[in-house]
C-alpha cells in the first residue's frame, strides 16, 4: 500500500481501473450512512456503512473474493 493510502477515499480503487458512479451520503431512522457504486466496463460493484471507510472497504473485501 502506498504511503498516502486513505481508507476513506476511493483513490486506490480508481487506481484500478474503477469509476466511482454514485456516491451518496443518507440518513434512514436517524442515522447516518454512506452509499458507493462503481463501476469498471460491464461490471458493477456497491458498498454501504456508517463510514465511507466502512463502505470502501465492503468493496475491497468483495473485489478481493471475487474472480
Given at each position: 500500500?502506498e ?38 466496463g ?23 473474493k471475487?474472480?
Open positions: 500500500m504511503q498516502n493510502y486513505n481508507p476513506s477515499s476511493p483513490d486506490d480503487l480508481r487506481k484500478d481501473g474503477w469509476t466511482v458512479a454514485v456516491h451518496n451520503d443518507y440518513r434512514l431512522n436517524g442515522k447516518s450512512y454512506t452509499f458507493w457504486l462503481l463501476t469498471k460491464e461490471r458493477c460493484i456497491k458498498g454501504e456503512g456508517k463510514t465511507d471507510k466502512e463502505a470502501l472497504d465492503e468493496i475491497r473485501e468483495k473485489l478481493k471475487s474472480p
